[in-house]
């Protein structure tokens, strides 16, 4: 053979990684054979079984993601770290810049580069750099062939590297070539400075001397370590990161992972980020109790239903749980139970989101919480949550009547109740909607009476129309422009609900002037006493919500048989 191949080598093909999970002859065929497993589960032809003959298993569950290849096939060609180091930041050896005879069009006029030769002299001296990305660049090691190399070229090698005394702060070396964590330790050996240390992609071999904690000096300072798409177990990221004493920061995104069957020995982490693996439930997390500053948990893309955990994660203040499969605000009761001192929540890209007002309920379910998605909870949009949210519970507990069972059973549901009814009194149960067969013509009609305003606010007609649920908003106001006579996209429909909302009393901003009271009794005092009312315990103010322009369905916005529907004049 040409080229000498060894089982679990790193190899790259037109960019295309994969690991030699074989070397020999197949049946029926001449010759030697590479059998690799590609990083790309879907770009092989087999998993390691051709013509009912297992030639070696992949650890990937992909039925496509190995191939056979002839050993004479050249791959990428491999490179050393300094080699590839000084292949992507020094300036040519002739002293010309690489762009200083460039020139470019700009909406077809020609324009010259100026000022690049003096950035590229400045990272043309490898000592200042601070920031190293390497990733896809082939780098397998401190040399293109470490298990080449003499024990003493390779001490001479570390010597003259380490005598460079770089300054490399952040160090990414994703989707490479490196096989062991002998070369990971020699490349970092060097950098005394390194904080953020970024393997994601690579695919280790032999790890029990990093499990042994052998490394440990050659990661002092380093306090994120990225492992994203590495197939590691966690057992196996749990023994890597002991060699990492001041780890703050350790991302395991993409490895398939199901559980957590051991707390990291690193009582300094703060942030552990386990985006797209194959987590079920929190009862899989019940370990990270043990770690004593865990702030921030990312659970991104894990199939998660339920937020119930054994015991409270009492030091979570920041979760992440997008593209997760929470289905309904009630998949968030647990969570004041789960994590008692949660501030900051995401929840985009799940099944909760599509539900009309999630955001409102989310944020009335949780009192503590300071973050939605990313966006701060402001005084107004938690006053405006709760009182919509007690009265989301009214309705409920109209609907089961007087059984003593379901309105346990719905209190259980929904733990603020009697403390938002302290704050904002008990609400009026709303009408609850007509008991409908679902699919038959009734339940796929809404009866619509539209009436429209003129600018001083006075009602100047009414029109009623049955329209099914499945029209979208754009149709509707096709609709009401025939019947009106007026310009479709010219106005709002505004759905006035059957809900009626609690809210502060005169000492939290309402008020009621003199002068209004003594035209209380005119059309425009008609009409505001139709969206507000009062009872011994305060004011009530009528829910609205815009019917905005899009394809959603009509269904979407309305809840119920009929619906009443302003219509203003833009």
């Known amino acids: 053979m040409s080229r000498r191949f060894h089982l679990n080598q790193r190899l790259s093909y037109s960019k295309e990684l994969c690991t030699v999970r074989y070397v020999g002859p197949i049946t029926g065929t001449k010759g030697e054979w590479l059998g690799v497993e590609w990083d790309d589960p879907d770009r092989g032809k087999h998993n390691g079984t051709y013509q009912d003959m297992k030639y070696f298993e992949c650890q990937s569950k992909s039925s496509k993601a190995g191939s056979f290849l002839r050993p004479s096939r050249p791959p990428d060609p491999p490179l050393g770290f300094e080699e590839a180091l000084n292949q992507k930041y020094v300036l040519p050896q002739d002293g010309m810049s690489a762009t200083a005879a460039e020139n470019f069009l700009i909406d077809g006029n020609v324009v010259e580069e100026r000022g690049f030769d003096r950035i590229q002299k400045q990272m043309a001296t ?264 007690l009265s989301q519970i009214a309705r409920e507990l109209a609907a089961v009547g007087s059984s003593d069972g379901e309105r346990r059973r719905v209190l259980e549901e929904h733990p603020r109740y009697a403390e938002l009814c302290e704050v904002y009194g008990d609400p009026a149960a709303p009408r609850d909607r007509d008991d409908l067969v679902p699919g038959t013509l009734e339940a796929m009609i809404v009866k619509f009476t539209f009436y429209l305003i003129d600018k001083e606010g006075k009602a100047v007609g009414e029109k009623k129309k049955d329209i099914p649920r499945s029209v979208d908003v754009y149709r509707v106001k096709g609709i009401v422009g025939l019947l009106f006579g007026i310009r479709p996209l010219g106005c709002r429909l505004v759905w006035e609900t059957e809900v009626w909302d609690p809210v502060k009393g005169e000492e939290e901003g309402w008020s009621c002037s003199e002068e209004e009271d003594e035209v209380g009794n005119d059309e425009s005092g008609v009409e505001r006493d139709k969206v507000m009312r009062e009872n011994e315990k305060g004011k009530w103010v009528r829910r609205e919500m815009e019917l905005e322009d899009g394809i959603k369905d009509v269904g979407f916005w309305i809840d119920g048989r009929e619906a009443r529907v302003r219509v203003e004049l833009r």
């Open 126 to 389: 490898l000592s200042e750099l601070r920031f190293v990305l390497l990733d896809g660049l082939c780098v397998a090691g401190m040399s293109a062939r470490p298990w080449d190399e003499t024990i003493e070229t390779r001490m001479h090698r570390l010597q003259r590297y380490h005598a460079q005394r770089l300054k490399i702060v952040e160090l990414d070396l994703s989707r490479n070539l490196i096989e062991t964590w002998a070369e990971v330790a020699g490349i970092c050996g060097g950098l005394r400075n390194l904080k953020c240390l970024k393997l994601n992609g690579n695919r280790f071999r032999d790890l029990s001397s990093p499990i042994s904690g052998e490394y440990l000096e050659s990661f002092p300072g380093v306090e994120e370590l990225c492992l994203d798409e590495t197939s590691l177990t966690w057992d196996e990221i749990v023994g890597i990161a002991k060699n990492f004493p001041s780890l703050t920061i350790l991302s395991a995104a993409s490895n398939n992972l199901t559980t957590i069957t051991a707390p990291p020995p690193t009582p300094r982490l703060s942030s552990l980020l386990l985006s797209s693996n194959s987590i079920p439930s929190l009862a899989s997390l019940t370990h990270l109790i043990l770690l004593p500053q865990l702030k921030t948990l990312s659970l991104r893309s894990n199939p998660i239903q339920s937020l119930s955990s054994p015991a409270p994660l009492s030091t979570i203040t920041h979760l992440n749980l997008a593209r997760t499969l929470l289905a309904s605000p009630s998949s968030l009761s647990s969570i004041p139970q789960s994590f008692p001192h949660l501030s900051s929540l995401v929840t985009t890209d799940t099944p909760l989101c599509a539900i009309p007002s999630a955001s409102l309920l989310t944020i009335a379910r949780l009192p503590a919480l300071k973050s939605l998605n990313f966006s701060d909870v402001t005084v107004e949009e938690r006053q405006n949550a709760e009182p919509y949210y």
